[in-house]
């Protein structure tokens, strides 16, 4: 049907009219899965489909120069170089946008709670949380916890941030939720990006060391 296919026009023999690309992504997505419509990443060099490319509106196709690989390496990579620098503007921003945040949440928070989903989330989380605690030993007290940062040298056990830049939260080595305990063996210090990244895993450097500590008390 279609005799030449370029990125500028798509001549067809139905009347021999050019007629262009459409401008639209959403389109340009759907003629690319007809056509094989390719685009050259800049970074690696590579042809790759249009849905492989971000949007960007200062380009002339609309289309980031970079794949959303390179681009994706790119961002974790200036993650990790200003690390102090995001962490800085996110407190300015939150510190500026206090009142208002606060507004949304308990706005958002308390049309939630009353929405079905709300009253079985919360529901199925509480009874999860009971069965989970029910046999949990609890005996840490605050000179532990104060001992444990002392042997940290006050340094995240990841990523080694130190306070005052960061601040450290207790962190479960075996989650309570598998059947870990509330002691001083099973507690170490992290900053609350790293506390939230590890989320409920089991830390296998950390289990060597508790296990250590176990047998040597």
Not at 57 to 65: C, E, M, P, V, W
Not at 67 to 95: D, F, V
Not at 105 to 122: L, V
Request: charged letters at 30%; aromatic letters at 10%.
């Amino acid at each position: 049907m279609f005799d030449l296919i370029t990125k500028n026009s798509i001549i067809s023999y139905m009347g021999t009219v050019p007629v262009p690309l459409f401008p639209n992504l959403y389109w340009r997505c759907k003629m690319e899965s007809l056509f094989e419509i390719t685009k050259k990443c800049s970074k690696c060099g590579q042809e790759k489909p249009l849905d492989q490319f971000y949007k960007y509106k200062k380009a002339k196709d609309r289309l980031n120069y970079w794949c959303k690989e390179c681009s994706n390496a790119q961002q974790i990579e200036w993650r990790k170089a200003n690390r102090k620098k995001r962490c800085e503007y996110s407190s300015r921003w939150r510190s500026k946008n206090y009142q208002k945040n606060k507004r949304y949440n308990i706005k958002y928070i308390e049309t939630w709670r009353i929405s079905p989903q709300g009253i079985i989330s919360i529901a199925k989380t509480r009874i999860k949380r009971e069965k989970a605690y029910k046999n949990i030993i609890n005996d840490l007290t605050l000179n532990d916890w104060l001992k444990i940062k002392k042997a940290q040298d006050y340094k995240c056990a990841y990523c080694g941030e130190k306070e005052p830049e960061i601040k450290l939260t207790m962190d479960h080595i075996i989650p309570l939720s598998k059947k870990g305990h509330h002691t001083k063996n099973n507690i170490q210090g992290l900053c609350c990006s790293c506390n939230s990244k590890k989320n409920n895993r089991i830390d296998s450097t950390a289990m060597e060391l508790i296990l250590n500590q176990e047998v040597n008390p």
